[in-house]
């Protein structure tokens, strides 16, 4: 079947630490690969997205790259701010079922 | 920037009871969709809704569950008779017909608790 496996949270950083969000995701085809971000109150937001292997979605600092051959698209940031603490859903779409599977999310925490 | 509204955005209501959870999509948008996170578990699919009827719905989605698109602005959620295990929140979502395929927009979600 279909799913997506993300680290357990909840992550905590201190202000301009390196970011690494891991996630793996078994799918039957091809699908697109997704990072959303929830911000405290308010609704999933598209963060980045990739939809072929060897893709690099990037937004914000934020960078992805979509790896068929060990079947990750981990989120990274160089240098995270207060402002980035959310909680982060990785997330993949096969074409033609136009929905996602979502992992748990991570929640970051960056400290100042 | 358009907006996918929820409300409202938390909502207790007694095991038994009825719930309509109430979305307004992008006013151009034509494909609607309902996901729901229980507590520390993963985002899942409901249901999806095109031209006025389903196109697709999980396994979750069973009778006790409901959608409707009443007036051609709000697209809501029914749920006939809560049970404990519907706490969860839940997101409402849409896209348009054409264009990026995965531009899904979706609300800040209501968080409905049933006690």
């Known amino acids: 079947g279909n799913s997506v496996t993300q680290m357990e949270g909840p992550v905590t950083l201190s202000e301009e630490a390196f970011l690494t969000i891991n996630c793996t995701y078994t799918?039957?085809?091809?699908?697109?690969l997704f990072w959303y971000v929830q911000y405290p109150g308010e609704g999933l937001q598209l963060l980045l997205k990739?939809?072929?292997?060897?893709d690099k979605g990037s937004n914000k600092g934020f960078e992805a790259t979509y790896r068929k051959e060990t079947t990750s698209f981990h989120l990274e940031k160089g240098s995270v701010q207060v402002s980035d603490s959310a909680v982060y859903f990785c997330?993949?779409?096969?074409?033609?079922?136009?929905?996602?599977?979502f992992g748990t999310g991570t929640r970051l925490k960056v400290l100042a | 920037e358009p907006e996918v509204t929820q409300t409202p955005s938390h909502q207790v209501t007694q095991m038994g009871q009825e719930v309509i959870l109430r979305c307004v999509p992008i006013?151009?948008?034509?494909?609607f969709y309902w996901y729901r996170q229980i507590l520390g578990q993963k985002v899942e699919f409901l249901v999806s809704?095109?031209?006025?009827?389903?196109?697709?719905k999980s396994e979750i989605f069973d009778d006790q569950f409901s959608v409707e698109r009443p007036d051609g602005s709000n697209f809501t959620l029914k749920i006939r008779s809560t049970k404990l295990e519907d706490s969860a929140m839940y997101f409402c979502?849409?896209?348009?017909?054409?264009?990026?395929?995965?531009?899904?927009?979706f609300g800040s979600g209501t968080r409905l608790t049933v006690v």
């Open positions: 979502a849409s896209r348009p017909g054409t264009g990026d395929l995965y531009g899904y927009t």
């Open positions: 799918a039957t085809g091809y699908p697109s």
């Open positions: 990739a939809t072929k292997a060897d």
């Open positions: 997330a993949l779409f096969l074409s033609g079922t136009y929905k996602y599977i």
């Open positions: 006013s151009n948008h034509l494909y």
């Open positions: 809704f095109y031209n006025n009827e389903i196109s697709e």
